[in-house]
């Protein structure tokens, strides 16, 4: 979603398997590369507290708006010890709060809210936030496996995973939720807590809703066990992502006092190895009131040609009529 860089493994973090069964675009109109429900949960707060109802501008609507007016992700789907959110007034004070409540929950600093400005000005209303953190350890940390290529590239990348030596208790830690051919299949790594990593095997490009609904069908009625045999090689993954959401901003929001968003963030930093991962994500939006356009003022200039009409009030018709169109009739200096 953030790019149109699209890997032909698609990695879904799935922080409650039996809930979690709808994704929002991030780029409604993009390949989806990335997602995390931070800014969704933002969008959520901006409709359900501020506009109260559906987001829609004045001229066209997005279509990115269009799709996160369908809260296909909310608060409800993921544990409240996992993220923060805060919808308030802006203020200095507020960007204090959220670095102390952040603090206090997660242990963790902002990444973005120093790239808003914290002015106090009158026309700054609103300012929404949300943060999430999760943290999770394998059962058992996999073993580290020599490096190799991915795909065609140029050089290796790190794995872990297990080989024909790995222990068998290592490989308890895995469920095979459905194998159809070497090209098409998936697994899920355990974790110590409510996380499950699902590796979804594919070559295809459908968006994460597609893809995700597809990987429930087809491990809805298997039940595989991974074998001793069975070999898993997983790539360790860094992933640092910022998006400005440019096409929500400067434009006026219906149904509200010339609100409007001012800038809108959000930031993913996902890494995971042998032992297990992280996930911290941030999002941040700016709403702002539009100033009232002040009159230029219009000139009432007859220095061109027109016409001169005289009438007597409360009568049809004028008496007299005039067209000045050179300086014949006009007064010299």
Do not use: H
């Amino acid at each position: 979603m953030l790019n149109n860089r699209i890997i032909k493994i698609i990695f879904l973090l799935v922080l409650t398997f039996s809930v979690f069964s709808n994704f929002s675009a991030v780029k409604a109109d993009a390949k989806e590369d990335v997602w995390v429900g931070t800014f969704q949960m933002v969008w959520n707060d901006l409709m359900n507290e501020v506009v109260k109802g559906p987001v829609y501008f004045k001229g066209r609507t997005p279509s990115l708006a269009k799709e996160l007016n369908k809260q296909k992700f909310n608060a409800d789907m993921i544990s409240s010890d996992s993220y923060y959110k805060i919808c308030a007034k802006k203020t200095k004070s507020l960007k204090a709060k959220i670095e102390k409540d952040i603090y206090e929950k997660f242990k963790e600093k902002s990444d973005i809210l120093d790239k808003f400005e914290w002015n106090d000005t009158p026309n700054d209303v609103y300012f929404l936030y949300a943060m999430l953190v999760k943290n999770f350890e394998f059962v058992s940390p996999f073993k580290v496996l020599p490096a190799g290529r991915f795909k065609n590239s140029k050089f290796n990348v790190k794995y872990f995973g297990t080989d024909d030596s790995s222990p068998y208790l290592m490989k308890k830690n895995i469920r095979i939720l459905f194998y159809d051919s070497r090209k098409e299949y998936a697994v899920a790594l355990k974790s110590k807590s409510n996380e499950e990593v699902l590796l979804y095997r594919t070559d295809s490009n459908l968006d994460f809703d597609t893809l995700y609904e597809k990987l429930k069908k087809k491990s809805s009625q298997k039940n595989l066990k991974f074998k001793q045999n069975d070999t898993l090689k997983v790539p360790f993954i860094s992933v640092t992502e910022e998006v400005s959401y440019d096409e929500l901003c400067n434009k006026e929001i219906k149904n509200t006092d010339r609100l409007f968003i001012k800038q809108a963030l959000q930031t993913v930093q996902f890494y995971m190895d042998n032992n297990g991962g992280k996930l911290k994500s941030e999002a941040g939006m700016d709403i702002s009131t539009m100033s009232l356009q002040i009159d230029k003022g219009r000139d009432f200039n007859f220095d061109k040609d027109f016409v001169l009409f005289i009438k007597e009030v409360n009568k049809p018709v004028p008496y007299f009529a005039l067209r000045i169109d050179d300086t014949k009739y006009l007064v010299k200096e």
